[in-house]
């Protein structure tokens, strides 16, 4: 039974940081790109960070790219969202995500297959 569960959310005030931990189980880990996404109140879910198999590659979201940074250990099975700079516009639950790949190199948008639970990051003004 693969569980993704992050940790690491909480309230922060605007231009501070915060570090999301996601702990995989139940999956050959270094097999899987690993994604982070977010939902803000009254959007859709969306991709804000992702990293291959290996962690040699990343991909971010404009509104992401510089602020945060997505990183992973495949020995301990975790991977982790560094935000910095953080902005109210942050506010969102924040999802870890799973997808298998036969590509090394590859870290996908999209067809994630495991997710978890989700955590919230609330940025105040």
């Known amino acids: 039974q693969v569980q993704l569960v992050e940790s690491g959310g909480g309230l922060v005030q605007a231009g501070g940081s915060l570090r999301l931990s996601c702990a995989a189980s139940?999956?050959?880990?270094?097999?899987?790109?690993m994604g982070w996404f977010r939902q803000a109140p009254g959007k859709e879910r969306e991709f804000a960070a992702g990293?291959?198999?290996?962690?040699?590659?990343?991909d971010y979201a404009d509104s992401v790219k510089g602020r945060f940074t997505i990183s992973r250990d495949n020995a301990k099975n975790t991977v982790s969202l560094q935000m910095n700079s953080l902005k109210p516009e942050d506010t969102a639950v924040y999802y870890c995500?799973?997808?298998?790949?036969?590509?090394?190199?590859?870290?996908?948008?999209?067809?994630?297959?495991?997710w978890g639970q989700g955590t919230q990051v609330t940025v105040s003004s």
């Open positions: 990293i291959s198999l290996s962690g040699g590659d990343t």
């Open positions: 995500a799973a997808q298998y790949h036969i590509y090394t190199d590859a870290v996908p948008r999209l067809s994630y297959e495991y």
């Open positions: 139940g999956l050959t880990f270094s097999r899987y790109a």
